[in-house]
């Protein structure tokens, strides 16, 4: 079993910037494909950033050019740097943890994200 804990959400003004980080339990972490998801309030929940045990990455395209996702394997954590945040960006982001070869698939708790003036 893998627990995931996120930080680093907040209330920030638009145009702001905000990195959030998800440490992960457990020894696989360099196994596991992560990624980054938010939901908003009446939304279904969608894929923000992933990066893979390679450190390839993709993007939502809302996000392309304003989002990093990046990963410290040593550290057992992922990153999401966020600048020039939205409005549209206020969610709730939730950290993701998969293995392909495994089938494992966890989850964190949420970390809200509000952006606002």
């Known amino acids: 079993q893998v627990q995931l804990v996120e930080s680093g959400g907040g209330l920030v003004q638009p145009g702001g910037s905000l990195r959030l980080s998800c440490v992960a339990s457990?020894?696989?972490?360099?196994?596991?494909?992560m990624g980054w998801y938010r939901q908003a309030p009446g939304k279904q929940r969608e894929l923000v950033a992933a990066i893979s045990s390679g450190n390839s990455t993709n993007y939502a395209d809302s996000v392309k050019g304003r989002f990093t996702i990046s990963r410290d394997n040593a550290k057992n954590t992922v990153y999401l740097q966020m600048n020039s945040l939205k409005p549209e960006d206020t969610a709730v982001y939730y950290c993701n943890a998969f293995g392909w070869g495994t089938g494992d698939d966890y989850w964190g708790q949420g970390t809200q994200v509000t952006v606002s003036s």
């Open positions: 457990g020894s696989r972490f360099s196994i596991y494909a």
